[in-house]
């Protein structure tokens, strides 16, 4: 088999999940204690580069287009494992997207508070719709949009995951395998996303990460300090743990969907030859290597062991855990009308239970609370 791509060793400090940073400018012993202060100019330019970075999301706004339809093959390793990786391409594209609209806002946030003169006694930041960062996005481009880049938060803002594992009930052996169904398996096993875009996803989460600590320090520098200054210091550390966790994860998924295409690759190219299932009679019974049959179950037991480890490089749990920023007095209002009707409505006709709406309104609430 095929050696497994290199690692991308840059992502290999950072986990999978969103970690909040120990040390953050302006905040904790970089905090500064004299007192409100702010430089407007400074802090309006800091809200304007954080709002160009939104446009960040246009490269992968489409890596994921939902969770795959099951194949219709008798190989179940490859035939559960395909579909997982189509859904981790949709996790990852529904965190890519909030990460960047929770960026994109944070600007517009930063933007409006340079222009309010009451921040010292309401240090909260106020709700501003996303589709007025759709707007802004065209005006600081030379180059309108030609649809919009942000529709809204998707079902896992601020804080949901998804969970990435295999049915535990199903038997993944291959001893029930022939080789005719092997050969018609061979050209049905898809994947996920290319490996290639992972990897430019990585190095492209790892820039945003090191753009988001820059604009940290330059808020710190400009001066601003007192409680607003706090809570979008605050902000911006949160923000960036969900930056390094997806580059972690954009990292692992490279690999893992490299290796995959590199076993069907393989799978694909040595199955006639291993197998050799239209050999004749004559030269089957002077061969002394069983049957058609026996070689294909040996031949896919190989692959198979390689696809386990497929699975098991792969991260079990895709989530994002950010702020809130665009949660709205709308929004959240609309979010608490759906819990009654999902309360009574059968679990497989909602988009999610009871508890997980509950668990998003808690989030929403706690959001609105803390920054609107």
């Known amino acids: 088999m095929p050696e497994l791509p290199p690692p991308v060793d840059q992502f290999d400090d950072w986990a999978t999940e969103p970690r909040i940073p120990q040390h953050w400018p302006g905040l904790g012993s970089d905090r500064r204690s004299d007192g409100f202060e702010i430089d407007r100019r400074g802090v309006k330019a800091v809200g304007g580069k954080l709002a160009g970075l939104a446009f960040g999301v246009i490269p992968y706004a489409n ?19 395909g579909p997982l990786l189509s859904a981790a391409d949709d996790a990852v594209s529904k965190v890519w997207k909030d990460l960047h609209a929770e960026v994109g806002m944070a600007g517009l946030l930063l933007e409006r508070a340079s222009t309010r003169y009451d921040l010292a006694d309401d240090p909260r930041f106020g709700d501003i719709p996303i589709a007025r960062l759709d707007e802004r996005m065209n005006e600081i481009s030379s180059f309108p949009l030609h649809s919009r880049a942000f529709d809204g938060p998707s079902d896992l803002y601020p804080n949901g995951s998804v969970s990435l594992h295999l049915p535990e009930a199903v038997y ?14 061979m050209n049905s096993i898809v994947g996920g996303a290319p490996a290639w875009y992972y990897d430019e996803m990585a190095g492209a989460l790892a820039e945003l990460a090191k753009s988001l600590e820059s604009r940290a320090r330059d808020l710190r520098d400009a001066p601003w300090s007192g409680e607003a200054a706090d809570k979008a210091q605050t902000a911006l550390r949160q923000i960036y743990g969900n930056a390094t966790a997806l580059a972690a994860v954009a990292g692992n998924m490279y690999t893992v969907s490299a290796r995959f295409a590199e076993i069907i690759d393989w799978t694909r190219a040595n199955f006639e030859t291993v197998v050799d299932p239209d050999r004749g009679a004559f030269n089957e019974f002077w061969g002394f290597d069983g049957t058609a049959d026996t070689r294909a179950r040996s031949f896919l037991a190989r692959a198979n062991d390689e696809f386990l480890d497929v699975y098991r490089m792969m991260p079990k749990r895709i989530e994002e855990n950010l702020p809130g ?32 709406k509950q668990s998003t309104v808690r989030a929403y609430e706690k959001a609105e609370k803390a920054y609107g």
């Open 325 to 356: 920023l665009l949660v709205t007095d709308e929004n959240l209002t609309e979010l608490r009308k759906q819990v009654p009707y999902v309360e009574i409505t059968p679990r497989w006709q909602t988009e999610g239970g009871w508890l997980e």
């Open 63 to 81: 890596l994921g287009v939902g969770p795959a339809r099951a194949m219709d093959v008798a190989w179940a390793l490859p035939r559960d494992l």
């Open 172 to 185: 993944y052996g291959v001893d029930n395998m022939t080789a005719d169904q092997a050969r018609r398996d």
